[in-house]
C-alpha cells in the first residue's frame, strides 16, 4: 500500500472544510487537541490540520505538530473508514513532547475508530430495518 500523504488525502480548502465544521459526525478531544470527523463518499480518508498562531506561539512548534499528526494519519489510514478529519490544536499543545503527543494521538484515533466502526454498524442496521 502507498504509505505518501498526496494531495488526495489532504482537506485542501474551505469548500472541504465546512462540511466536516457544520455536520460533524464525530467530535473527540483529548489533552489539546479536537477531532472533527464526517463520514465522506470516498473511499479513502482525508486529513484537515487547524493549528492557529493563537493557541501554537512558535512556527517550529505548529509546524512540528503538523509533522507529528501527518505522520500519524499516514500509518493509521489504513485503519479509518472513508472520512474527512479535521484536527485542531487547542492551548497548550506546544508544550507536549513529541512522545507525550503521540500517545495524545493514539488514544483519540482509538476512539475515532471504535466510534466510526459503531456509527456504521447503526446505520446499517437501520437501513436492514427499513
Known sequence: MNQGFSRSLRLLNQHQFKPVFDSADLRLS?????LL???NQLEHSRLGLVIGKKNVKLAVQRN???RQ???YFRQKQAQLPGMDIVVIARK????????ELQSTLATVWKRLIRQSEAKIKKFALQQTVN
Not at 497548550?92 to 512522545?99: A, G, H, P, S, V
Open 30 to 34: 483529548a489533552q489539546g487537541v479536537l
Open 37 to 39: 470527523a464526517r463520514f
Open 64 to 66: 512540528r505538530i503538523k
Open 69 to 71: 499528526i501527518r505522520e
Open 92 to 99: 497548550n499543545l506546544d508544550t507536549q513532547e513529541n512522545q
